[in-house]
């Protein structure tokens, strides 16, 4: 349910017809990043406030300043709040936009990985250490050497490697790296440095990480996704192509590269035998939430897999004040994902 729709909605009757509901509602919550550490469920999700910056579609609205984990005993527990973990005035590279974060746990140590924008005006992504789940973390003086645009995830393999995989169009600013080097030009326009619609469509990036996980160990490299052809998706294929909020889940095998169509509001899967792809297009996991952004993360919790998500039905529509929810999924027996409807009919 993209957003030029809400004027007709009537909230409490789409509340009653939700699959879910927040799993907290005294703050706003975004882009869920699920784990489970020491069987215990946590939850790192932007904190969305109004910091009344004008709406555009640079995401200029989305003016986030800290993170708060969300932690969970059990599925069927209460969602706790555990208060301030990182700020962005702690950051020293950061200035503003605190975007989607991830974590990951290595030898005892939680590691943060956030996305803000530095005083040049450009998205990097850092690093913040902390020896508890829920923080508070202490950041990493500058950025990650090499990072770029926005919704870091970070996949640990069976193996013990640990992957970043992130990017995003438009306010992320991923169309502005296609040569390797940040476009500077002074353009407003979200779409300026898109490929053309006949071109193959901006590839997200996936990189090793360093023992330390304070680093990338190589440059990051393309993930590519294809269609059922073996043809890299176009970037007139919106309905299907990558647009941020990638999260990536192993499941008897394969590996799954799930993420958000963006303007068409799908969240939508790929699947390889490899972490690095290509990915095969699998169908959508979400059908459009109430609110332009759409983004998630896949988490199995004692043998059941959840979708953790996001919609901006608690703020009634307004688009930068989301709410984090958590509700099953379930995969036929070729692997593929059984397709959501956020609202029952
Ligand atoms: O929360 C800010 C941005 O909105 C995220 O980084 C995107 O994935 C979208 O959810």
């Given at each position: 349910m993209p957003e030029d729709s809400i004027d007709h909605v009537d909230f409490n009757k789409l509340n009653e017809k939700a699959i879910s509901q927040p799993l907290v509602n005294h703050i706003y919550t975004a882009d869920p990043s699920a784990h489970v550490f020491n069987g215990k469920i946590y939850i790192y999700p932007s904190h969305d406030i109004d910091a009344g910056e004008a709406f555009d579609d640079l995401g200029s609205h989305f003016a986030m300043e800290d993170y708060h984990v969300i932690s969970m005993d059990s599925m069927n527990s209460e969602a706790i709040?555990?208060?301030?973990?990182?700020?962005?005035?702690?950051?020293?590279w950061a200035e503003k936009q605190m975007w989607a974060p991830d974590a990951h746990e290595k030898d005892g140590k939680f590691y943060l990985f956030f996305p803000a924008k530095g005083y040049d005006g450009i998205f990097r992504i850092g690093v913040a250490i902390s020896d508890s789940p829920i923080g508070p973390f202490t950041p990493q003086?500058?950025?990650?050497?090499g990072s770029f645009s926005i919704d870091p995830a970070v996949f640990k393999d069976d193996d013990g490697e640990y992957y970043m995989y992130f990017g995003g169009l438009w306010g992320g600013?991923?169309?502005?790296?296609?040569?390797?080097?940040?476009?500077?030009?002074?353009?407003?326009?979200?779409?300026?440095h898109i490929p053309e619609d006949h071109e193959q469509a901006l590839s997200p990036k996936i990189a090793k990480m360093t023992d330390d996980l304070?680093?990338?160990?190589?440059e990051p490299k393309d993930v590519v996704i294809l269609d059922e052809k073996g043809n890299p998706l176009l970037s007139g294929d919106t309905d299907r192509r990558f647009f941020e909020a990638a999260w990536v889940h192993k499941y008897n095998d394969n590996y799954y590269f799930s993420y958000s169509t963006g303007d068409t509001h799908f969240i939508c899967y790929a699947m390889s035998k490899n972490p690095y792809g290509p990915f095969t297009y699998g169908g959508r996991i979400l059908n459009p939430v109430v609110g332009w952004t759409s983004h998630h993360s896949i988490c199995e919790v004692e043998g059941k897999w959840y979708l953790f998500y996001h919609d901006s039905s608690l703020s009634k529509?307004?688009?930068?004040?989301r709410s984090v929810k958590v509700t099953e999924i379930t995969y036929n027996k070729d692997g593929s994902i059984v397709t959501l409807d956020p609202y029952t009919e």
């Open positions: 709040d555990n208060g301030v973990a990182l700020h962005v005035d702690d950051v020293a003086p500058k950025a990650i050497k600013q991923l169309q502005r790296w296609r040569t390797g080097t940040f476009n500077a030009t002074q353009e407003t326009s979200p779409t300026a304070l680093e990338f160990s190589e529509g307004i688009t930068h004040l």
